[in-house]
Nanobody
Framework: QVQLVESGGGLVQAGGSLRLSCAAS????????IGWFRQAPGKEREFVAF????????YYVDSVKGRFTISRDNVKNTGSLQMNSLKPEDTAVYYC?????????????????WGQGTQVTVSS
């Protein structure tokens, strides 16, 4: 079992930045790919980014490329999502999730463990 806790969400103006963190307990994060997802009201949960177990590979949904950066610290057992140049359409609850698969997935149902989410609101 892996327990995940997100933090760092909040209210920010368009163009601003936030850094989300995902703290893990129960097992070492180095065994898992970390994914970030988001869900806006009335919409399906959307893939945002993943980072592989070693941190050597990252992948982003097109809408956040060049603005968001995913990272991890396997010593501290944490993951992060740096979000810059935020837009109102980035408003959502953001979730971190992990999966032990070698080939990192982008579908939410493929992830094994989830955090409770943190709200990000971007005002125009």
């Amino acid at each position: 079992q892996v327990q995940l806790v997100e933090s760092g969400g909040g209210l920010v103006q368009a163009g601003g930045s936030l850094r989300l963190s995902c703290a893990a307990s129960g097992r070492t994060l180095s065994m898992y790919t970390i994914g970030w997802f988001r869900q806006a009201p009335g919409k399906e949960r959307e893939f945002v980014a993943f980072i592989t177990r070693s941190g050597h590979m990252t992948y982003y949904v097109d809408s956040v490329k060049g603005r968001f950066t995913i990272s991890r610290d396997n010593v501290k057992n944490t993951g992060s999502l740096q979000m810059n140049s935020l837009k109102p359409e980035d408003t959502a609850v953001y979730y971190c999730a992990v999966v032990g698969r070698v080939v990192p997935p982008t579908k939410a149902y493929e992830y094994e463990y989830w955090g409770q989410g943190t709200q990000v609101t971007v005002s125009s």
